[in-house]
């Protein structure tokens, strides 16, 4: 984002103007954190600003300032595509293509209103007028606290909007540990902690507030963990069943791929969870080091993300999935034993 840009956008904030800010489907902690932050900045100079997202989000995410205005696409459709439809500016946070919006994708496409992207995901789409897009950032969060800096408002940050970036910058560097955590990433914080985010809250609300069942369906996940030493990969599987069975309720899988990849010597792990509703499996990829789950997933799996950190699905049975990764390893088993 160039300094005219920046200027360019401060002079289109200089009125109050028709904004919906919208993040990717199946919004995470990054998605709702930074969409919500930038809703309590804009706020603050009467913008008649909405939040929208695809569809719903986790439970442990619905505490935070602002949420309950939230409007979900997938069940508010005609209110939220009047407001599209009415729209002079829509910010589109946490993604980089319009299909990362589920059935938004039409309406987004369609809309005339001003697109202004801020997204940390590889290969940007060119759909917006304005992109601040760095794939080098720990979070779109990160990068809101950035746009705010550039135009030159950080005495705008109040503790509501504190607490909405450390959200996002805390779940997307899993607390302050992924590579992308950089010393800016641990100012940002500081100065969050000094306008008023609550440190030990926010990381109680999001991470101890698990229920029974999800610890349960936690320890199924983890005795279905598979090994695959020579590949130096680890892999979960979860079946409709083994959901229904923990009364499965969306998050309740959030974070767990990530056990495949604290054992040690591995460098690769998946998760692949059946979804019988959508008809898909849904994949999780991390990796450690030079491995790029973004490409190994755009090559094989139909989704992306970053090099450390990929989302994707499958069309085929859970059972064939599986294969189908396995399968597919040996063509990688010199970038898996890089170092
Ligand atoms: P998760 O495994 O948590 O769903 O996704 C990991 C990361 O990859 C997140 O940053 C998420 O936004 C991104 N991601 C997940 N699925 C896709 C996808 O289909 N395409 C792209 N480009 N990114 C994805
Ligand atoms: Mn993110």
Known sequence: MTKADIKSIKQLLATPKNIVIVPHKNPDGDAIGSTLALYHY??????????????DYPDF???????????????????CEMLINAADIIFTLDFNA?????NMETVLTESKAMKIMIDHHQSPDDYAAFVFSDVNMSSTCEMIYHFIDMLGD???IDAN????IYVGIMTDTGSFRFPSTTSKTHQIIANLIEKGANNAEIHNNVYDTNSYERLQLLGCALSNLKVIPEARTAYITLSQD??????YKKGDTEGVVNYGLSLKNIVLAAIFIEDKKEGIIKISLRSKGSFSVNEFSRAHFNGGGHTNAAGGRSELCLKETVEKFISILPRYNKALNDD
């Open 42 to 55: 804009l706020k603050k100079y009467n913008h008649n600003a909405t939040v929208m997202v695809p569809n």
């Open 61 to 79: 995410l619905k505490w935070i300032p602002g949420s309950e205005h939230i409007l979900k696409h997938d069940t508010e459709t005609e209110a």
């Open 98 to 102: 319009f299909h990362r919006t589920g």
């Open 154 to 156: 950080t005495n705008a």
């Open 161 to 164: 909007i504190a607490t909405c």
């Open 242 to 247: 083994e959901l229904n069975q923990f009364n």
